[in-house]
T-cell receptor
Framework: GAGVSQTPSNKVTEKGKYVELRCDPI?????LYWYRQSLGQGPEFLIY????????DSGLPNDRFFAVRPEGSVSTLKIQRTERGDSAVYLC??????????????FGPGTRLTVL | DQQVKQNSPSLSVQEGRISILNCDYT??????FLWYKKYPAEGPTFLIS?????DKNEDGRFTVFLNKSAKHLSLHIVPSQPGDSAVYFC?????????????FGEGTQLTVNP
């Protein structure tokens, strides 16, 4: 079956602009995660959805970042007033349940965001 | 603070030999540990995991060892193959305190030379 997909694969924008990044999880997966990976670092947790609700958004760096998952499948990460420091690869992952440590997270290929 | 650390940014080994990748953690609440492999322009791919109630888990050429007292885990790849060349991330989770979120190390670039 299809894995996690993310669009666009690359996004170049100017400082101050608004961007939306989309994630299509594996069909039937209840849990969805967003991570951000900066150059030379490991992925850093941003937000976790259980169904339609954000179960943990403690990783969002500030109020310019927001994510939704209105129907419990596709999710959109929204960044307002982008800054150069937002440049990174944004990774989405999904898992079947999200309520157990043993629930494997499957990652998409990521969206590379560059803020000029 | 960096709760999961991979102190070696890179490792180079000869094909057929053993690769040993190391990872240290500081949060004693972590109860599940994973290794992910990442190729360029792709997302991380799950490789192997271990629960804190075990000290070893094996899957084919890959074995993960966990030393809870030292807060240390390692990934052994035997024999190493050129296709194993990738960035390897160690990750941990603590379901009781932080749900399913994963905390990753910085990664180790493994190069297996033919």
């Amino acid at each position: 079956g299809a894995g996690v997909s993310q669009t666009p694969s690359n996004k170049v924008t100017e400082k101050g602009k608004y961007v939306e990044l989309r994630c299509d999880p594996i069909s039937g997966h209840t849990a969805l995660y967003w991570y951000r990976q900066s150059l030379g670092q490991g992925p850093e947790f941003l937000i976790y959805f259980q169904g339609t609700g954000a179960a943990d958004d403690s990783g969002l760096p500030n109020d310019r970042f927001f994510a939704v998952r209105p129907e419990g499948s596709v999710s959109t990460l929204k960044i307002q007033r982008t800054e150069r420091g937002d440049s990174a690869v944004y990774l989405c992952a999904s898992s079947a349940y999200g309520t157990r440590s043993t629930d494997t997270q499957y990652f998409g290929p990521g969206t590379r965001l560059t803020v000029l | 603070d960096q709760q999961v650390k991979q102190n070696s940014p890179s490792l180079s080994v000869q094909e057929g030999r053993i690769s040993i990748l190391n990872c240290d953690y500081t949060n004693s609440m972590f109860d599940y540990f994973l290794w992910y492999k990442k190729y360029p322009a792709e997302g991380p791919t799950f490789l192997i995991s271990i629960s804190s109630i075990k000290d070893k888990n094996e899957d084919g050429r890959f074995t993960v060892f966990l030393n809870k007292s030292a807060k240390h885990l390692s990934l052994h790849i035997v024999p190493s193959q050129p296709g194993d060349s990738a960035v390897y991330f160690c990750a941990a989770s603590a379901i009781e305190t932080s749900g399913s979120r994963l905390t990753f190390g910085e990664g180790t670039q493994l190069t297996v030379n033919p």
